[in-house]
């Protein structure tokens, strides 16, 4: 690398990007903002990257090459270890938080071994659980003119189930994209799922109770214990409209993917609230609460789970009265094949890309893909979701015109119009909404 680099890349760039293009590579971009002008910074960036760089003209500035871009942990990624789970990406041990590889989401339904994992406080102990998962009860008071508590059994055979494909999302999924570093675990885009869920609708057991006139708003809680141990205090309390949990996909669950709901995955019976940030969606659930106001549990307040309402600027201490509960999630696609950092055969001069894309409460129209830095872009397919709620396969092949470094950058847009942006933008200081354009690096040999 030319010139002195007195301290980290990543630090580098995310300081002063211009600088650090100068500082670490030795370029310097013209008024479109892309490319290089000095020959040496591409011998530079192909000497980093480990091969040359058959787009390079329409790199941005400022831009960390995809193959560069996640800042190396000192001792590497910690992969989970767990009985019944694939090769994770552990986040944090207390609560236990670990993220899915974007290559192992390819499958049309995940896996439950392939599941991400997001705690919030301890998983209940198995002392502490029936011996028999039927005799689970779920209460359901408040705002209601009959108080329900129902055991799974009888919610099993009381009710009619419904099985369906539905997405869960961590409500920080995307937080690592922010600038600077955003509170809170440093999800990149695994912090979501389509597995297939089957449950009772949680509009059923409203009916069942009777909603009074002045019920607005759900209040959830569950069995899992405070990270401090204290059984009296919940880990996380969140609740939704009314008219979310009156929508007929969301369900009080006791299957995933055919099998009894894993402990891991808040099983024997969890809330499944889709297409809204993940806490929504209570593991080991034990109460519904209907409030006749928005509810204010753990999780509710302060800059949980809530964006900003007029921009900020990024780092600064933002102020909570200005935000907005997180509701729906944006728009986001990643590639599931090729995995990041493949390395493909001598002569490859196609690749046939998928991956999937999703948008919250809605459904995507569109996803686009580019190999040259998003100066060109091409329609990729796009299937129709299993349902409504569920993920979309999409799948395109692009041509290379030789060997090199390449990155494939994938952008959805979903039926509002809205597209992910090149950057995660609206900073906010617990960094929700992160969605920016997905880039994956691929080096075809020489």
């Known amino acids: 690398m030319t010139g002195k680099v007195e301290r980290g890349m990543h ?24 490319g290089f002008l000095k020959g040496a910074g591409l011998a530079t960036m192909g000497a980093a990257v480990g091969a040359s760089l058959p787009f390079a003209g329409g790199m941005p500035g400022g831009l ?34 670990a993220e899915t590889p974007a290559e192992l989401l390819d499958d049309d339904v995940t896996p439950t071994e392939k599941f991400f994992i997001r705690n919030n406080g301890l998983t209940p102990e198995a002392s502490s ?60 885009n695994g912090g979501a799922g389509c597995a297939e869920w ?20 759900t209040g959830h809680y569950g069995a899992d214990v405070h990270l401090s141990g204290d059984a009296s205090k919940p880990s996380i309390s969140r609740g939704v409209r009314i008219a979310k949990a009156m929508d007929e996909h969301t369900l009080v669950a006791f299957k995933m993917n055919g099998k009894d709901i894993p402990a891991i995955h808040g099983g024997p019976v969890r809330l499944i609230v889709p297409g809204w940030a993940g806490s929504a969606s209570h593991k080991w659930l034990t109460r519904i609460w209907i409030r006749d106001k928005e509810h204010d549990g753990p ?35 990643i590639v599931t094949f090729p995995a ?15 991956g999937h894309a999703w948008a919250g409460d809605n459904a995507v129209q569109s996803v686009d893909v580019s190999i040259d830095y998003g100066v060109t872009w091409k329609k990729a397919e796009v299937k129709a979701p ?39 933008g609206n900073w906010n200081p617990q960094g929700y909404g992160g969605n920016p354009v997905n880039r994956i690096a691929v080096l075809v040999e020489a």
């Open 129 to 188: 659980m029936p011996s028999d998962p039927k005799a689970w009860k779920v209460k359901i008071d408040g705002e209601v003119n009959t108080p329900l508590e129902i055991a799974l059994g009888d919610l099993m055979t009381k009710y009619q189930a419904v099985t369906l494909k539905l997405m869960l999302e961590c409500g920080g999924n995307g937080r690592s994209f922010f600038s600077p570093e955003a509170r809170g675990n440093q999800w990149t």
């Open 386 to 424: 299993a349902n409504k709620f569920a993920w979309q396969r999409f799948t395109a092949s692009v041509d290379l015109p030789g060997a090199g470094y390449y990155e494939v950058w994938c952008k959805a847009t979903d039926t509002k119009g809205v597209t992910q942006p090149f950057l995660a």
């Open 198 to 217: 089957t449950g009772v609708r949680l509009s059923d057991l409203l009916k069942a109770a009777g909603l009074k006139p002045g019920a607005v708003y």
């Open 11 to 34: 630090e580098l760039y995310g300081d002063d990007p211009e600088r650090a293009d100068a500082l670490v590579f030795g370029r310097r971009t013209g008024r479109s903002r892309r």
């Open 64 to 97: 960390v090459p995809a193959a560069l871009a996640q800042a190396p942990a000192e001792k590497g990624p910690k992969i989970l270890k767990m009985d019944g789970k694939a090769n994770l990406v552990v986040l944090g041990d207390k609560p236990l938080v």
């Open 299 to 333: 999780g509710m307040g302060g800059f949980s789970y809530r964006t900003a309402k007029t921009p900020i600027v990024p780092g600064s201490k933002g102020d909570p009265k200005d935000t907005a509960i997180l509701e729906s999630m944006p728009v986001r696609s």
């Open 340 to 354: 990041h950092g493949a390395r493909l055969a001598k002569g490859t001069r196609k690749i046939d890309l998928r």
